[in-house]
């Protein structure tokens, strides 16, 4: 990279030019290459339009919350204390793995132990590229969206497939 105060070539990647210490942090930011990779980099979360959050009280039975989820036909459920705030999901995830099998009687269990708690979640202005990173890492398909700690919204991988086919679509 070429400082653009004293003109010296620095190594790709350098923090600050090698002779004149320049910052040169704010420089070296990425840039998409294509239509879906600078949407990814540079759209929000909200641009996906994520759903209403569909929730539930920490205090709810097993039972309904996945009748709620069959309902809703939802393949994750925002589970919520008695002041809106986030502190768990259930996903389907969860019962194929700790219920089907395991638990006998269980819709009249509490769903507590059986929901994952304290999510990672995104705000509405996050990047895409930053909740896809979450989802990758952490193996999730589902995401909650929030605003001071309360669930406003969901988004899934789905949703950024099909923002991403629209745009492969457009082009």
């Known amino acids: 990279m070429i400082c653009p105060s004293c003109g010296y070539q620095n190594l790709p990647g350098t923090d600050e030019c090698s002779k004149c210490m320049f910052d ?4 070296d930011r990425p840039e998409g290459h294509d239509r879906v990779e600078s949407s990814v980099m540079v759209d929000t979360v909200g641009s996906l339009n994520p759903k209403a959050p569909v929730t539930i ?8 919350a996945l ?3 069959v309902d809703q036909e939802i393949g994750a459920l925002l589970v919520v204390d008695g002041n809106g705030r986030l ?5 389907e ?10 638990i006998a009687d269980y819709p009249h269990k509490p769903l507590l132990p059986i929901m ?8 509405a202005d996050d990047k895409i590229a ?16 929030v605003s001071e700690g309360r669930p406003v919204g969901i988004i899934s991988v789905r949703d950024v497939i099909k923002h991403i086919t629209r745009l492969c679509k457009d082009t």
């Open 93 to 102: 995830r969860d019962y194929l793995m700790k219920v089907v099998g395991l």
């Open 67 to 69: 009748q709620l989820m």
């Open 24 to 27: 040169l942090t704010s420089l």
């Open 116 to 123: 994952t708690p304290s999510p990672e979640t995104v705000k």
């Open 130 to 145: 930053f909740a896809l990173q979450k989802m990758d890492i952490g193996g999730y398909r589902h995401l909650p969206v």
């Open 87 to 91: 502190v768990g999901i259930l996903t």
């Open 57 to 64: 009280a920490s205090g709810a039975l097993l039972g309904d």
